[in-house]
């Protein structure tokens, strides 16, 4: 038995470590994105598309430094939906297959899943619950700014993608990836 819980641990480690990795990579992808469309008006191939799959992964690491309980069940499961849900939209931008509804059903999981997150549960959860909460209200400050020039809808996607770097980062450095217990 307690080689299965070692075993539980040292997976749930490594799943931490690759989350904040992925956080770090989405957030960069969304910001070269938001940023070469800014600068020169076309967007980037798979950069919207591989953010989403990183960002589930990014959740699934956060969810996994929470403390065990029904919140960090749900996170979990919505996180591993955002991912799966994520990696079909990035094959349909990698194959034109055109199933669209994966972008929605990860977007979706992903908002739900960081709403899951305890508020107040230390630096990577609590942020990225935050990031999920001010989700709604940037992209209608990015609507806006679209009205007046439609490249202006990057500016709070830029920063959307800054703070899941953020979260990556505060990730990686998170109690040395050790999931949090009981």
């Known amino acids: 038995m307690a ?11 490594r799943l931490i470590r690759i989350g904040g990795a992925a956080g770090l990579a989405g957030g960069l992808a969304w910001v070269v994105k938001g940023v070469t469309i800014l600068v020169v008006g076309e ?3 798979l950069a919207f598309g591989l953010a989403l799959p990183l960002f589930g992964l990014s959740l699934l690491g956060v969810a996994l430094l929470t403390s065990r309980g029904t919140r960090r069940a749900v996170a979990v499961g ?3 939906l955002a991912v799966i849900a994520g990696a079909m939209a990035l094959w349909t931008e990698l194959f034109d297959s055109g199933w669209d509804q994966s972008i929605a059903v990860s977007s979706l999981a992903l ?25 709604l209200p940037a992209l209608a400050v990015g609507g806006a700014l679209a009205e007046i020039d439609e490249r202006l809808l990057e500016i ?14 505060g990730t990686l450095r998170h109690r040395n990836g ?5």
């Not at 080689?3 to 480690?13: G, P």
């Not at 050790?178 to 009981?182: I, L, V």
């Open 3 to 13: 080689h299965l819980a070692a075993l539980r641990t040292d997976s749930s480690a």
């Open 178 to 182: 050790a999931p949090a217990s009981a």
């Open 43 to 45: 967007q980037p191939p």
């Open 156 to 169: 709070p996607l830029v920063c959307v993608g800054l703070a899941w770097m953020l979260v990556g980062w």
């Open 78 to 80: 919505l996180a591993w």
């Open 111 to 135: 908002l739900l899943g960081q709403l899951a997150l305890p508020r107040s549960d230390g630096a990577p959860a609590a942020l990225t619950f935050w990031i999920g909460v001010a989700t």
